[in-house]
């Protein structure tokens, strides 16, 4: 089992970036994929990234590629989301999650999740 706690968020104007970081417990972190997800009012939660164990592998979805990376500190238990280039609809809150299987775009397949941390961006 794994507890997630996100931090980071903030208040941010468009075009600036903000780096989120989540801390996870327990000694089998590297076991997990991780993954960003967001979710605006009124809207579904979505995909925002994700990274396998070692970090080798990452998966973006299209709207925030070439602005947001996501990566991994194995020995700090954390996984980390760069945000450049923020937009006004970025604004959400953001959650960061753990699958025992591979990275994946589908939130029903993460297991474990964070309270998440809301990012607004003014424009």
């Known amino acids: 089992q794994v507890q997630l706690v996100e931090s980071g968020g903030g208040l941010v104007q468009a075009g600036g970036s903000l780096r989120l970081s989540c801390a996870a417990s327990?000694?089998?972190?590297?076991?997990?994929?991780m993954g960003w997800f967001r979710q605006a009012p009124g809207k579904e939660r979505e995909f925002v990234a994700a990274?396998?164990?070692?970090?080798?592998?990452?998966y973006y979805a299209d709207s925030v590629k070439g602005r947001f990376t996501i990566s991994r500190d194995n020995a700090k238990n954390t996984v980390y989301l760069q945000m450049n280039s923020l937009k006004p609809e970025d604004t959400a809150v953001y959650y960061c999650?753990?699958?025992?299987?591979?990275?994946?775009?589908?939130?029903?397949?993460?297991?474990?999740w964070g309270q998440g941390t809301q990012v607004t961006v003014s424009s």
């Open positions: 327990g000694r089998t972190f590297s076991s997990y994929a």
């Open positions: 990274i396998n164990w070692s970090g080798g592998s990452t």
């Open positions: 999650a753990a699958s025992i299987s591979d990275p994946t775009v589908v939130r029903h397949n993460y297991g474990y």
